[in-house]
C-alpha cells in the first residue's frame, strides 16, 4: 500500500500541531503528522503526543520557527521541538538512520526530501504511518491492515529492526500487551532469538518499557508467551516464574497499581532477592518502596481492625485496599477477608482513629520532659502506639502519660 487515496480521513490536531504543519507548508515544505499519533487516532484512541516530520532541514527550521519558543536539544538528529501554548511539538527532518554501533542509537542519520525514506526506519508498520490534511494516510507497509488485524509487525525484516535498537523487542512485546495485539510469525521468533540485545539497553529504559507491558490489556498473554524474554530481562526469576505470575495477571482488573503488578510479577522471590532485582530496574525510591511494602507483608493475615491499622502505620493509609488487592489475588485471603479489610480501612479513616505517632496525644517532647532520652522516647512512643490501637489504652494525654512507663498499660 502506498498512499491512501481516500482523503476523507480526517485526524483531528491540538492547535500547536496545526501551527507547527500550517506554517511549514506556508514556507513552502510538507508537513505530516507521523507515527503514534497517527496510530492512535486511527484506533479511535487520543494521542498521547504529536510528532511532526518535514522535508525542511534544521537549520530551515530554526528561521521559520525564529519567532517562538523552540528547544533545539535534537538538532544534531534533525529534531527542533517548537513550543506552543505549552505544547511541546517535535518535528523532525525526514531521515535516514545510519549503523546502531551501541544497539541503541544511530552513529549518524542523513537528512533526506523524501517521506519514503523516512518512514522505512521506524519499528513496526502501525508506528510508520502519517498524516496530512488533504493529503490523507501515508501506509508504505500495511500499517491499517495490521492495525485491523491487531497484529505487530516489524517494518522490513524483525532481525534487522532489533539488532539496530534492542529496546525495540520490548517495545513490541508493550505495543502487544497494551493494544491487546499479537506478533506477526517473523516478529515473534526474532523477539526471542534477539533477546539477548536487551543487555546492551539501559536498566531505565527497559524499566519503562516493561512497566508499560505490565499495565497493558494483555499483559497475562504477553507474560505467559514471552516468558523466556521477561526472565531475560529480570533474573533470578525464573520463566516457569514468570508464566505462574501470568495466571495471576489474568484475573487483574485495570485499575490495580502499578506496585501490585510488580509484587505479582516478583512474588516468587524473597523479600531480599526481589528488592535486588528491583534495584537493577533502577526504579524511584517511591516505586521501590511501594513494591517492597507489599511483599514484605504478602504473609500478614490480620484482617481485623488492628491488622488494618497496622498496615496504615506502616505504610499509609490507603495501603490496606492496595495490600487486600495483592492478598486476594495470589490466594492469601479470600473474597471475604479483602472485603473485611477494605470495610476496617473505611471505618478506621471514617472515625480517624489512631494509627501512626501523628495522631497519638502525646509526643517526645512530652516524654523528654519527664527524663525519657534517646531511643527510650522513639520505643516508649511506639509501645504507647501500639497499646492504643489493640485498644488497651484511650488515647488520651493523661492517660498515654500515665502509663509511659510501661507502655502497654
Not at 156 to 161: C, H, T, V
Not at 292 to 312: A, F, I, N, P, Q
Request: with cysteine; aromatic share 6%; hydrophobic share 40%.
Amino acid at each position: 500500500m502506498s498512499r491512501t487515496d481516500d482523503n476523507s480521513i480526517a485526524i483531528p490536531l491540538p492547535p500547536p500541531v496545526t501551527f507547527v504543519m500550517e506554517r511549514l507548508e506556508a514556507s513552502g515544505f510538507h508537513a505530516y503528522a507521523v507515527g503514534g499519533c497517527v496510530r492512535d487516532a486511527l484506533m479511535g484512541r487520543i494521542p498521547g503526543d504529536y510528532d511532526v516530520t518535514t522535508d525542511a532541514r534544521p537549520e530551515e527550521m530554526q528561521h521559520i520557527f525564529a519567532d517562538c519558543r523552540v528547544v533545539e536539544t535534537g538538532l544534531k538528529h534533525g529534531t527542533l521541538t517548537v513550543v506552543r501554548d505549552g505544547m511541546n511539538v517535535e518535528t523532525t527532518t525526514y531521515r535516514i538512520d545510519g549503523g546502531y554501533a551501541d544497539g541503541r542509537h544511530p552513529d549518524a542519520v542523513t537528512f533526506t526530501d523524501r517521506l519514503a525514506d523516512d518512514l522505512c526506519r521506524r519499528d513496526f508498520t502501525i508506528n510508520a504511518m502519517a498524516w496530512a490534511p488533504g493529503q490523507g494516510i501515508v501506509d508504505l507497509f500495511g500499517g491499517e491492515e495490521d492495525l485491523r488485524a491487531k497484529r505487530i509487525r516489524c517494518v522490513g525484516r524483525a532481525s534487522d529492526r532489533f539488532s539496530e535498537d534492542g529496546l525495540r523487542i520490548l517495545r513490541a512485546l508493550r505495543f502487544a500487551s497494551v493494544l491487546g495485539f499479537a506478533c506477526d510469525e517473523e516478529c515473534r521468533a526474532a523477539v526471542t532469538d534477539g533477546m539477548h540485545l536487551l543487555d546492551r539497553i539501559s536498566r531505565e529504559r527497559i524499566y519503562a518499557e516493561l512497566t508499560k507491558l505490565l499495565g497493558g490489556v494483555g499483559a497475562a498473554r504477553i507474560l505467559g508467551e514471552y516468558a523466556p524474554v521477561i526472565a531475560h530481562v529480570l533474573p533470578p526469576l525464573a520463566e516457569e516464574d514468570v508464566r505462574r505470575a501470568s495466571t495471576v495477571f489474568a484475573r487483574m482488573t485495570a485499575d490495580l497499581p502499578t506496585a501490585v503488578r510488580y509484587a505479582v510479577l516478583l512474588d516468587a522471590l524473597d523479600t531480599e532477592t526481589a528488592a535486588k532485582a528491583m534495584d537493577t530496574l533502577k526504579p524511584s525510591k517511591d516505586e521501590k518502596r511501594a513494591v517492597l511494602s507489599l511483599l514484605s507483608r504478602r504473609e500478614t493475615v490480620d484482617t481485623g481492625s488492628y491488622g488494618v491499622k497496622c498496615l496504615m502505620r506502616d505504610a499509609g493509609d490507603a495501603f490496606p485496599a492496595v495490600w487486600a488487592s495483592f492478598a486476594f489475588l495470589t490466594g492469601r485471603i479470600d473474597a471475604a477477608g479483602a472485603a473485611a479489610v477494605r470495610r476496617a480501612a473505611d471505618e478506621i479513616l471514617a472515625a480517624d482513629e489512631c494509627r501512626n505517632l501523628g495522631g497519638l496525644a502525646i509526643d517526645g517532647r512530652d516524654l523528654a520532659l519527664r527524663g525519657f532520652t534517646g531511643p527510650a522516647i522513639g520505643e516508649t512512643l511506639a509501645a504507647l502506639l501500639d497499646a492504643v490501637m489493640r485498644g488497651k489504652i484511650p488515647n488520651e494525654r493523661d492517660a498515654l502519660l500515665a502509663n509511659r512507663e510501661a507502655g502497654h498499660g
